[in-house]
T-cell receptor
Framework: DQQVKQNSPSLSVQEGRISILNCDYT??????FLWYKKYPAEGPTFLIS?????DKNEDGRFTVFLNKSAKHLSLHIVPSQPGDSAVYFC???????????FGKGITLSVRP | EAQVTQNPRYLITVTGKKLTVTCSQN?????MSWYRQDPGLGLRQIYY???????DKGDVPEGYKVSRKEKRNFPLILESPSPNQTSLYFC????????????????FGAGSRLTVL
């Protein structure tokens, strides 16, 4: 049972435009949601997180939105840059359990 | 520099030949974990450790062993590797202690690409 779902395997956007990466989850016990970014030949790196008590968290060009009733979160990148081209993983954990459950990832390509 | 170090980065081996992938972190993290990444399957947890001498199975533990004798090291052991263990492996660590709450912000190593022929 896949608890964190990233249903779109890839996304291509023009430089300067907004990138919206979506993620759905099924486990209502998740308290924290995270996004990781991964370049080829490197390990994933933490990008941004949000607690379930919030509906938005912003860090520079990156904003994560959480809709608990829909069990949906999204990562917005504005404006998108070619250096943002990478695989993005959505992940979640509960407050009492450190296990981080990942989605399958989405490959973002930002065209110059 | 705070980091997670994995070795080897690349390895080609044959079926049945025991191998160990080492993982070491210099951040004094309590929590360590191994993941494998496969096309179309994302990152799946193999084993994790909440602290020294405390390990537990993740989602795909079959064919793997781990140990946590020291806080900084968490080796992944493949006793008898098989071709279906060909994958990209990541070690990761984080600071939540047992029973603590909060976002589990993992720091990942650079990955170890293993090919089993």
């Amino acid at each position: 049972d896949q608890q964190v779902k990233q249903n779109s395997p890839s996304l291509s956007v023009q430089e300067g435009r907004i990138s919206i990466l979506n993620c759905d989850y099924t486990n209502s016990m998740f308290d924290y949601f995270l996004w990781y970014k991964k370049y080829p030949a490197e390990g994933p790196t933490f990008l941004i997180s949000i607690s379930s008590i919030k509906d938005k968290n912003e860090d520079g060009r990156f904003t994560v939105f959480l809709n608990k009733s829909a069990k949906h979160l999204s990562l917005h990148i504005v404006p998108s840059q070619p250096g943002d081209s990478a695989v993005y993983f959505c992940a979640a954990n509960t407050g009492a359990n450190s296990k981080l459950t990942f989605g399958k990832g989405i490959t973002l390509s930002v065209r110059p | 520099e705070a980091q997670v170090t994995q070795n080897p980065r690349y390895l080609i081996t044959v079926t049945g030949k025991k191998l160990t992938v080492t993982c070491s972190q210099n951040m004094n993290h309590e929590y360590m974990s191994w993941y494998r990444q496969d096309p179309g399957l994302g990152l799946r947890q193999i084993y994790y450790s909440m602290n020294v001498e405390v390990t537990d199975k993740g989602d795909v533990p079959e064919g793997y062993k781990v140990s946590r004798k020291e806080k900084r090291n968490f080796p992944l052991i493949l006793e008898s590797p098989s071709p279906n263990q060909t994958s990209l492996y990541f070690c990761a660590s984080s600071s939540p202690g047992p029973g603590s709450s909060g976002a589990n912000v993992l720091t990942f190593g650079a990955g170890s690409r293993l090919t089993v022929l």
